[in-house]
């Protein structure tokens, strides 16, 4: 099992799991648990016509479900390592060997008597006090184990995983009346903390609550679309980003999930719900989608639903790859081209403000007209439908906000959109067309007017600590505590103030004798001012810095550090202002020097993207709580650079710290270590993970690990007040650095030929290579000669001025600004 540094500064309380089914959900599901640390068995069927037959054709299926997360994409495990912790097996040999599990998670087909015969020859091995779960998304879990044991049953409960279970957050909980609550809290908490998920509580009732709002939005878009006659590519354009949801929009989605997914689930609830259907349940796949459930196009996995690609006849004009994008032109039901007339737009309005112009009556353009007409009846529909149901599927409306958020990423749920277009106006036009409105709407109006609350949340409804929110069965408001691990920038400077604060970058008390640093740029890229003030904060001993024992390095952003500001290089690079980059090099240089060196420890906590400068930033740290997510890299190679704020010292440090030998020396192993580093920062290597940054040596092997990605700055925090709680002293500047020399240089330098003379790099990559070399080996000097690490900082800031000169590096960053991706000219 995992030590605290590898996952979480949380002790597990689940460490053996058994998976039952190893199809996509089941295998991915047991993949997850690996990349949490877990040991696992993952169990299926006997292959068909295997009864006598080896152990290998025996668990020839769960063997399949192992290897298919081997090529999954996108990736299901952090590290291909960490398949060594699954064990796969049938259920007929191995089912015995449940009886080590801490958690048995069922996976099977959704069939109650496949399950329950399923669960009644595991009851045999389970441990007395082992927990059971189903991960239905639609059959009653009351029901499947309704005719077991007490004993099992107050150990059952639903624990309904999204897909894929590594990158969607939600997990829903579902108990049923016997389920202990010591089994609801030992489950909530691991999957929250271990799992690194959002957990919310649902009712058992079909569907739940994200599938339940999620399919019936979607069915009933598709539903809108054909009853106003609109084209799908302009829907999925106004049910993206422009409503705060995916880009993906409702068609795209579609294609994802597949139609027989979705018509699968929209059947089994109609089954479920009986006689509970009403209007706006009864809400199917209309039949021209039928029909084309019936030709096969399924969606993505029979490569053609709503969308397909299709090749270019021979001649046909055009650039690209080849393909051609078509769409379904309903209800014709044939395929057309997708025209390219209208893009996703910029939205230069908030959300809030582009969601408050749904309350008003349309008076523009006959375009306008009709995206607004349409819109207001999906979101309509969805705030009707939601406060119709609410307490039928959830326990509050901040339940059903959280599962969308989490369930199908909506920058906000449902009953935050409501708030956010104006509860009072959009009821008030509702009642003007003639809606219906539920009694729990009419009540919340009814109690707005008497307390100046005019919404379904208070007015702390973005505080993540903590908010309040109406509760229609009580009439009241009721306040939702977070978790004490929890912990955001906005709710730190909300509680106890900003210290200091620019224009990019703050410090903020985080209690305990601990200050925040927090980027708050675009993308978090680092400005002067950032780094100025980083600087500033670490070496001032008196005011207000100086009452902090220790630091960490978070934001509440999507990004760590995508290192330097490129926009504002490229500027100063059009106009040969070298003076400023060489100023600004030199800036970066200090500042990474006085985290090294600072006597208060500093902890870095990177999260999403840490590239270029934000990866020096953690590998200068004192430590590190990364979050499991975190694509790190050294990038600067892409456009035509190499690290020049440390980056190149550090790598330099790192791999000499890897000898064998009683002092440091340039053995085989550091000199293998420096060509990896080499290597992975020649080709701008990006982790995939957290743990594959430590594999590749850009986190240490001490870093902590937090799967959750709300309790990352909480987890950062108690690293470094742990750290001040001991003496702390950091490391001394290193006087007598044992160059590589001129030997090592020469090996890598024809390793960069044989690339050239391969055809793998440009002329541009082999002069930028070069220049990374020399500086890594501490240019054309003996092997073992002593330097400095300023003698290394030194050599990085020439070979980075240098290369700011050429034309090639400046056709790069120009590209990377502009499409986002790298050139290779």
């Known amino acids: 099992m995992a030590t605290d540094s590898e996952v979480s500064l949380s002790r597990p309380c689940i460490v053996d799991v058994g998976v039952l089914g190893a199809g996509t959900m089941g295998s991915r599901?047991?993949?997850?648990?690996?990349?949490?640390?877990c040991r696992v068995i993952l169990l299926d069927r006997v292959t068909d016509g295997a009864a006598a037959g080896t152990e290998e054709t025996r668990n020839a299926i769960a063997n399949a479900g192992l290897q298919s997360l081997r090529k999954s994409r996108p990736p299901a495990i952090f590290d291909e390592s960490l398949l060594r912790q699954i064990e796969i097996g049938n259920f007929v040999d191995d089912?015995?060997?449940?009886?080590?599990?801490?958690?048995?998670?069922?996976?099977?087909?959704?069939?109650?008597?496949?399950?329950?015969?399923?669960?009644?020859?595991?009851?045999?091995?389970?441990?007395?006090?082992a927990i059971v779960s189903t991960n239905t998304s639609g059959i009653s879990v009351k029901a499947i184990a309704e005719e077991f044991p007490e004993s099992f049953r107050s150990h059952w409960l639903g624990v309904h995983f999204f897909n894929p279970p590594r990158y969607m957050k939600l997990v829903e909980l579902i108990p049923t009346p016997d389920t202990s609550s010591e089994t609801l809290e030992t489950i909530a908490s691991f999957c929250e903390v271990n799992l690194g998920k959002t957990v919310v509580r649902a009712k058992d009732t079909p569907n739940f609550?994200?599938?339940?709002?999620?399919?019936?939005?979607?069915?009933?878009?598709?539903?809108?679309?054909?009853?106003?006659?609109?084209?799908?590519?302009?829907?999925?354009?106004?049910?993206?980003?422009?409503?705060?949801?995916?880009?993906?929009?409702?068609?795209?989605l579609a294609d994802m999930i597949g139609l027989d997914v979705l018509d699968s689930i929209a059947k089994n609830f109609q089954q479920q719900a009986g006689a509970a259907l009403d209007e706006m349940n009864d809400c199917g796949l209309p039949d021209v989608c039928q029909r084309m459930i019936a030709n096969g196009w399924l969606g993505d996995k029979s490569k053609q639903g709503f969308y397909r690609k299709t090749k270019k006849n021979p001649g046909e004009g055009g650039s690209g790859n080849g393909n051609i994008l078509e769409v379904v032109d309903l209800p014709q039901l044939e395929y057309v081209t997708l025209t390219q007339s209208k893009q996703e737009k910029s939205h230069s309005r908030s959300l809030g403000d582009r969601l408050r112009l749904l309350a008003l009556e349309p008076g523009l353009s006959e375009i306008e007209i009709k995206e607004h007409k349409f819109l207001w009846r999906l979101l309509s529909d969805l705030w009707l439908y939601c406060a119709a149901h609410l307490h039928e599927i959830a326990g509050s409306v901040v339940d059903v906000d959280r599962a969308m958020k989490a369930?199908?990423?909506?920058?906000?749920?449902?009953?935050?959109?409501?708030?956010?277009?104006?509860?009072?106006?959009?009821?008030?036009?509702?009642?003007?067309?003639?809606?219906?409105?539920?009694?729990?709407?009419?009540?919340?109006?009814?109690?707005?007017?008497?307390?100046?609350?005019?919404?379904?949340?208070?007015?702390d409804a973005e505080d993540q600590s903590g908010c309040t929110f109406y509760d229609p069965q009580t009439d009241d408001f009721r306040t939702r505590t977070a978790s004490a691990s929890d912990l955001s920038i906005r709710t730190l400077q909300r509680l106890?103030?900003?210290?200091?604060?620019?224009?990019?970058?703050?410090?903020?008390?985080?209690?305990?004798?601990?200050?925040?640093?927090?980027?708050?740029?675009?993308?978090?890229?680092?400005?002067?001012?950032?780094?100025?003030?980083?600087?500033?904060?670490?070496?001032?001993?008196?005011?207000?810095?100086?009452?902090?024992?220790?630091?960490?390095?978070?934001?509440?952003?999507?990004?760590?550090?995508?290192?330097?500001?490129?926009?504002?290089?490229?500027?100063?690079?059009?106009?040969?202002?070298?003076?400023?980059?060489?100023?600004?090099?030199?800036?970066?240089?200090?500042?990474?020097?006085?985290?090294?060196?600072?006597?208060?420890?500093?902890?870095?906590?990177?999260?999403?993207?840490a590239l270029g400068g934000g990866a020096?930033?953690?590998?200068?740290?004192?430590?590190?709580?990364?979050?499991?997510?975190?694509?790190?890299?050294?990038?600067?190679?892409?456009?035509?650079?190499?690290?020049?704020?440390?980056?190149?010292?550090?790598?330099?440090?790192?791999?000499?710290?890897?000898?064998?030998?009683?002092?440091?020396?340039?053995?085989?192993?550091?000199?293998?270590?420096?060509?990896?580093?080499?290597?992975?920062?020649?080709?701008?290597?990006?982790?995939?993970?957290?743990?594959?940054?430590?594999?590749?040596?850009?986190?240490?092997?001490?870093?902590?690990?937090?799967?959750?990605?709300?309790?990352?700055?909480?987890?950062?925090?108690?690293?470094a007040v742990h750290l001040t709680q001991e003496p702390y002293a950091p490391p001394a500047l290193s006087r007598n650095i044992p160059a590589p020399g001129s030997g090592q240089l020469a090996d890598l330098n024809s390793s960069t030929r044989s690339m050239r003379e391969g055809g793998h790099i440009s002329e541009h990559d082999e002069k930028v290579y070069r220049s990374l070399a020399h500086v890594l080996c501490g240019g054309e000097i003996s092997a073992g000669s002593p330097i400095n690490e300023?003698?290394?900082?030194?050599?990085?800031?020439?070979?980075?001025?240098?290369?700011?000169?050429?034309?090639?590096?400046?056709?790069?960053?120009?590209?990377?600004?502009?499409?986002g991706k790298p050139l290779k000219n």
């Open 29 to 37: 599901i047991a993949a997850h648990l690996a990349n949490a640390g």
């Open 95 to 129: 089912l015995p060997r449940l009886n080590r599990c801490d958690w048995i998670i069922e996976a099977v087909t959704e069939n109650i008597v496949v399950k329950r015969e399923l669960l009644g020859r595991v009851e045999q091995y389970r441990r007395d006090d």
């Open 209 to 252: 609550i994200g599938n339940r709002i999620g399919i019936f939005n979607l069915l009933n878009a598709v539903r809108l679309t054909l009853e106003q006659g609109l084209r799908i590519e302009d829907v999925d354009l106004m049910t993206g980003t422009l409503i705060g949801w995916p880009k993906s929009g409702t068609f795209r």
């Open 407 to 459: 369930g199908f990423n909506w920058e906000l749920g449902p009953f935050e959109m409501w708030d956010a277009a104006g509860v009072a106006q959009t009821v008030a036009r509702m009642k003007k067309e003639g809606r219906p409105i539920p009694e729990s709407v009419e009540k919340l109006i009814g109690h707005s007017r008497s307390s100046n609350q005019p919404g379904w949340y208070g007015a």
């Open 496 to 609: 106890r103030g900003t210290v200091i604060e620019t224009r990019d970058a703050s410090l903020i008390d985080m209690g305990d004798g601990i200050g925040c640093i927090e980027f708050h740029s675009k993308m978090n890229s680092l400005s002067e001012i950032s780094l100025q003030l980083v600087q500033d904060v670490l070496k001032t001993r008196n005011g207000s810095s100086g009452s902090f024992d220790g630091f960490v390095i978070v934001n509440d952003g999507a990004a760590f550090s995508v290192g330097a500001n490129l926009a504002q290089l490229l500027e100063h690079i059009e106009g040969r202002d070298f003076l400023w980059i060489e100023r600004y090099i030199t800036l970066f240089q200090s500042m990474n020097s006085s985290i090294r060196h600072s006597p208060r420890p500093v902890i870095a906590a990177p999260f999403g993207l």
């Open 616 to 719: 020096e930033i953690v590998l200068h740290s004192t430590g590190v709580q990364a979050h499991a997510e975190l694509h790190m890299g050294l990038v600067e190679t892409n456009v035509g650079l190499i690290p020049a704020g440390g980056g190149c010292r550090m790598l330099l440090l790192n791999a000499l710290s890897e000898s064998s030998a009683a002092s440091m020396t340039w053995d085989p192993e550091s000199s293998l270590a420096l060509k990896r580093y080499f290597d992975i920062t020649a080709t701008g290597q990006v982790s995939s993970s957290a743990i594959h940054a430590r594999r590749l040596g850009l986190l240490p092997s001490s870093a902590g690990i937090s799967m959750n990605r709300d309790r990352l700055a909480a987890d950062a925090k108690l690293r």
């Open 790 to 819: 300023q003698y290394v900082l030194d050599l990085e800031r020439e070979a980075f001025l240098s290369l700011c000169a050429e034309p090639k590096t400046k056709e790069r960053i120009d590209y990377t600004l502009k499409t």
